[in-house]
């Protein structure tokens, strides 16, 4: 069966902040899914979210700390969050300042928790 | 090469009597050129031979190119000529460390402690020891975290410590393998940051099976790298990498 990503994504933007989210390969930081607000870039969240996060995650492997679930990046100005599965995908969901990490987490982790079940 | 390094080097070249010698050797180690750095400041210390910071700099290049052997003699030189000199004090105290002397680099950084109370990079290294020094027979290492490591972690924009470290509960230091990965991370964050309007990036986090990573740049050209088994929240661990970049913040602001 195919898996819900648009589902999983509309989601994830209902959370307040939510500039918008999308299902990456992160080996070559492609967007498969995405779901928006006007004017955000799709594509450039993908590459940019994919070579941050796999980075961070290679830091965490080299201090051994298994496999990641969530990685977040915080700014001034907001947020990124990505969480991965279903081997190389993750889910990276970018977020305004106005949004609170916490809850941006959690329906982080549930998206990824129903696709992957 | 750099632009700060040749424009240096240009500076040096042009008034060989200047104390610039110190900056360029500085600026070579920090790119990992540990054998021009070394030449420059050994030039510089045949003009300057009681100059302590010069001997000091010259440990430092000496010990990142490990010649501990060699970082010794200049660091001991140093203090000859300033029996106070605070990087050469917290040099000898990391190879007392390294030649697993744990007593003697306690003794060493408490009493740098005692006269620097305010020196965050001590307070770290100090911190790293007493992580280290609980004796192994009293750490209860379950069989999936062996190889996890924990600590807290100065390093400078080249991945170089700068104070601290991160040890596997196994024994094996990994501080160096895990900021050579960071600081491409923190590059990365930058530009994604950037790109993303997210402002200036402030801290980053991996939430992990067997612990949690958050690294936290308290200047632009540092990074504060804290990892803690599952034990301690990622919110507290968020606090304590906050927590401790400000205290580099200052340190490294006292270094100039």
Known sequence: ?117 | MTDDIRQLTAAVAADPSSLLFLDLAERLRTQRLYRPARTVVERGLERYPTLAAGFALLGRVHCDAGDHAAAADAWHEALRHDASHLEARKGLAYLDWRAGDIAAARAGLEALMHDRPGDAGVRLALAGLDAQSVPTADVTIHEDDAVLAEGTMLVDDAGMRLAGRLQRHGGADVSEAVAAELVGASREAARAARLLGLGAWRDAAVEAATGGLHVVPPTPDALLIAVRDRRTPPGRLAMEAEHAARESRVWLESQG
């Not at chain 1, 918008?20 to 006007?38: E, F, N, S, Y």
């Not at chain 1, 907001?78 to 970018?94: R, S």
């Open chain 1, 1 to 117: 069966m195919k898996p819900n990503f648009e589902g999983a994504l509309e989601q994830l933007t209902r959370v307040r902040g939510v500039r918008g989210a999308v299902v990456v390969d992160a080996q070559d930081g492609i967007a498969l899914a995405g779901a928006l607000r006007d004017g955000e870039d799709g594509d450039a969240l993908a590459a940019l979210a994919g070579a941050v996060m796999m980075r961070l995650v290679r830091g965490s492997d080299a201090a051994g700390l298994g496999p990641a679930r969530l990685v977040y990046l915080r700014g001034d100005d907001g947020l990124l969050c990505a969480a991965p599965f279903g081997g190389t995908l993750l889910i990276a969901v970018l977020a305004d300042r106005s949004a609170n990490l916490g809850l941006v987490r959690l329906a982080l982790l549930d998206a990824v928790g129903g696709l992957a079940a």
